[in-house]
């Protein structure tokens, strides 16, 4: 079997590497600079990057008879294929221009290089074209109608569908059969059609909405404009069953299951109305293609989705929600929970290509860890910590992941690791400025099947051993893991949970716990306890009589009063002169703050003695050194 290629793309730097030994190969000198994006085709045959001059074409496989092209066209920012390869596509910086439109989208044939179509794109988001799976159709939606292209690349549309509301979104599904090698259950078949959820925005009141069209539903036959051949064909989009209506959408994201019989949407709001969370507000709904089908996903847990995602199999999907630590459940195509995997502090989810592991993961914020689970067992097959991560994927076998820590994310500690699906470590390829990496993509027909009993990992290469952090062990994870951080002030005692939330997300109630050791409270001496807590250890008793005891208090004859229960710490500067009812507290607080008077005047004397130059209000504090004395001896205290 071939080891997969993953290819990255640096600051000054762009290149391959592939297995075993994953040495980079094919890498631009280092003197070449602002490399605007790289693209592998679909089928993995080619591999396009962006130069500030120029486009350049290579066959991603050595064996390739193919020659290598140059597209001589300068300023490009982005790339994209078609689904069949057949076709480059190019995105650079729109300009206004008065005597004709700028074409800032072009479509170059890879077998030639030369361009074969164009249309003016305004903004970068979504700029990437829908076309079908097998390259008839391509979709552009406007703010009130969506143009059909049939060839992709002719010059006219040929449909025009227009319609009464606010385009915000199109998504093209592409469906498709799953490679080899899935887990025992029954993939659901292909749709025979490809199908598009069109989203529309609120307007006047009424709510935001996603329906779903076959292809055939939108080319049906209607009159073309004057009737003539070669004309637009211009038609209001048809009624559909498959709608869902909602408030509270800002942002909405659609993933279909690899059939193309149903999809799942997110909702997304900036701003919490109820104030709940920080993060937005965030919704769920399943929908199916025919219509028979649609719900909200009911969560049972508080907080944001994170995270969702379809099975390949087309027959679960799992969705990671809720406030950390999140929970990752699975459902089935009514929206039925079938099993969780626990709560964990995870915000990704990745299926295997094949459908049999699933990754749960948390980046960003948290600390990395990663989880693989088998689908069919429910049980964790490996897991490791990729800190610092920022990007994650699968490879096309099924038997690679590959993590990476990308630039502006985080601009230190940049680079690839390669893992085994079995959770060890494979290769690390530390790069300055990382910007861009994946796996090479393959043909689903030349995917070979995942073996039912995990296979046993190949050896890892050198630069594992001497790249990796120190103290870090072989699936990522330190030697010695550290423990939470607890302040100087806390540390051996019993942790509060006051900010403790359950498993559902709730709060607990704040219950003092004593567990052995020292309380998690302090105890200050002469204070009381906490109502309903024992103090097994006596700790603040003991250190109340170590402190009296320092030096002992003697009565008018000179005696050692041996009950000294009542009085306060014995000041280095002052002995206080107790009867034997004892001293009143305030009068005792009053003496030690003369007693620190009396002290801080004589080190001003001391610094006067050694002539240092004093400030006029420090010589009039020395002056009032016999009436602080006078003082003390008044209220029963000796100097």
Not at 81 to 102: A, G, Q, Y
């Amino acid at each position: 079997m071939p080891y997969p290629q993953y290819a990255f793309r640096a600051q000054k730097t762009l290149g391959l590497s592939a297995g075993p030994s994953w040495q980079v190969t094919d890498q631009i000198p280092s003197g070449s600079v602002g490399i605007k994006s790289c693209v592998y085709s679909t089928d993995g045959d080619w591999f396009a990057y962006a130069t500030p001059t120029n486009v350049q074409l290579l066959p991603s496989s050595s064996s390739s008879s193919e020659p290598a092209r140059v597209i001589e066209h300068p300023n490009v920012m982005a790339l994209a294929f078609s689904p069949l390869s057949t076709t480059l596509f190019t995105f650079e910086r729109p300009i206004k221009s008065d005597t004709e439109v700028h074409k800032n989208v072009k479509a170059w044939d890879v077998k030639t290089g030369n361009e074969v179509g164009g249309w003016y794109q305004k903004t970068y988001d979504d700029w990437e074209p829908l076309i079908t799976a097998d390259e008839t159709h391509l979709i552009r939606p406007t703010a009130s109608d969506i143009l059909i292209f049939t060839p992709p690349l002719s010059p006219r549309p040929t449909t025009r569908l227009k319609i009464d509301g606010n385009i915000k979104g199109v998504f093209l599904s592409s469906p498709s059969a799953l490679p080899p090698g899935t887990t025992s259950a029954k993939p659901v078949p292909p749709a025979s059609e490809p199908a598009i959820a069109v989203w529309l925005g609120e307007r006047k009141g009424a709510p935001a909405s996603v329906a779903l069209y076959t292809m055939s539903s939108l080319l049906g036959n209607a009159k073309k404009d004057n009737g003539d051949e070669g004309k637009t064909e211009t038609r209001d989009i048809p009624l559909t069953t498959a709608r869902k209506a909602f408030y509270k959408a800002d942002k909405l994201s659609v993933k279909w299951n690899a059939a193309g019989t149903m999809a799942l949407f997110l909702t997304h709001t900036d701003v919490d109305q109820s104030g709940k969370s920080y993060y937005g507000e965030t919704n769920l709904y399943l929908l199916s293609v025919d219509g028979s089908f649609d719900s909200m996903v009911d969560l049972d847990k508080e907080g944001p989705i994170y995270d969702f995602g379809w099975n390949p199999t087309s027959r679960e999907f799992a969705v990671c929600y809720g406030y950390m630590p999140a929970r990752v459940q699975l459902y089935d195509l009514k929206a039925k929970p079938q099993h969780s995997f626990g709560a964990q502090h995870r915000n990704l989810l990745l299926y295997q290509p094949q459908g049999r592991l699933l990754i749960t993961a948390g980046f960003g914020n948290l600390a990395g860890g990663v989880d693989v689970w088998d689908i069919s067992t429910r049980n964790k097959v490996a897991e490791f910590k990729a800190a610092n991560s920022s990007h994650c994927e699968w490879s096309a076998c099924g038997r690679y992941i590959l993590t990476a820590t990308l630039s502006p994310r985080l601009r230190v500690d940049n680079g690839v690791k390669i893992w085994w699906c079995g959770g060890q470590l494979l290769n690390i390829h530390l790069q300055d400025e990382l910007y861009q990496v994946s796996f090479q993509p393959s043909n689903p027909s030349g995917v070979q099947p995942f073996p039912a009993v995990l296979p046993p990992a190949p050896e890892p290469n050198e630069s594992v051993a001497l790249l990796r952090p120190k103290g870090e062990t072989s699936n990522g994870g330190d030697s010695k893991p550290a423990g939470a951080y607890r302040p100087p002030g806390a540390r051996g005692t019993v942790a509060s949970d006051a900010y403790k939330r359950d498993e559902n997300g709730t709060y607990e109630p704040l219950t003092p716990m004593f567990k052995g050791g020292k309380p998690s409270q302090r105890y200050v001496p002469g204070a009381n306890s906490i109502p309903g807590a024992p103090n097994p250890s006596g700790a603040g008793e003991e250190k109340k009589k170590r402190v009296r005891s320092k030096r002992p208090i003697k009565d008018k004859d000179g005696e050692a009063n041996g009950d000294r229960e009542n009085e306060p710490p014995v000041d280095e500067m002052t002995t206080l002169k107790v009867h034997d009812n004892g001293v009143d507290e305030a009068v005792a607080k009053k003496l030690r703050n003369l007693a620190k008077k009396l002290k801080a005047i004589e080190d001003l004397k001391v610094k006067q003695s050694q002539g240092e130059e004093l400030e006029v209000t420090q010589v009039k504090k020395i002056a009032t050194e016999q009436q602080v004395k006078d003082e003390i001896l008044s209220l029963g205290g000796t100097v």
